[in-house]
């Protein structure tokens, strides 16, 4: 299935989703205007490395990252293997991997439509709207 954000397209494949993809493009809207932290969606991991990952990516908190680096030492692989393992990742967004960067915080890679400023931008939406809701609790 095909979903919108920022201008990008995503591809998204729905057997790795147990929602009905109105239900999955219609989270994705309300995350994109800043109304939803969590898609909420049920994933079918792979029982392979790739969905090692994938189930780690997605411990990641909203707003948050975490290196390549990080998150081999949790797996006990090496950096290089985990961002090919993000490379297929069969559902960006809705497993998170947009927030793994690189050593030292730099944004590499990202296997979506739109590339690293699609990343860039979710990155910062996320940001900005964890300030917002800090700030109001202040």
Do not use: W
């Not at 909420?40 to 997605?58: A, H, K, L, Q, S």
């Not at 998150?71 to 950096?79: G, H, R």
């Not at 690189?102 to 900005?128: H, N, P, T, W």
């Amino acid at each position: 299935m095909r979903a919108e954000i920022h201008g990008a397209t995503l591809e998204l494949d729905e057997s790795y989703l147990d929602a009905d993809p109105k239900v999955v493009r219609e989270r994705i809207r309300e995350y994109e205007r800043g109304n939803r932290t969590a898609l909420d969606i049920e994933v079918r991991y792979p029982d392979t490395f790739t969905g090692r990952v994938m189930r780690v990516m997605t411990e990641i908190p909203y707003g948050e990252t975490r290196t390549y680096g990080e998150l081999a030492a949790e797996l006990d692989t090496s950096p290089v293997a985990v961002g090919q393992a993000c490379g297929r990742n069969p559902i960006p967004l809705v497993v998170p991997c947009h927030r793994v960067v690189g050593a030292g915080g730099r944004l590499v890679g990202f296997s979506a439509e739109g590339g690293v400023e699609l990343k860039r931008r979710l990155l910062d939406g996320e940001a900005a709207n964890r300030q917002a809701k800090l700030a109001a609790f202040e």
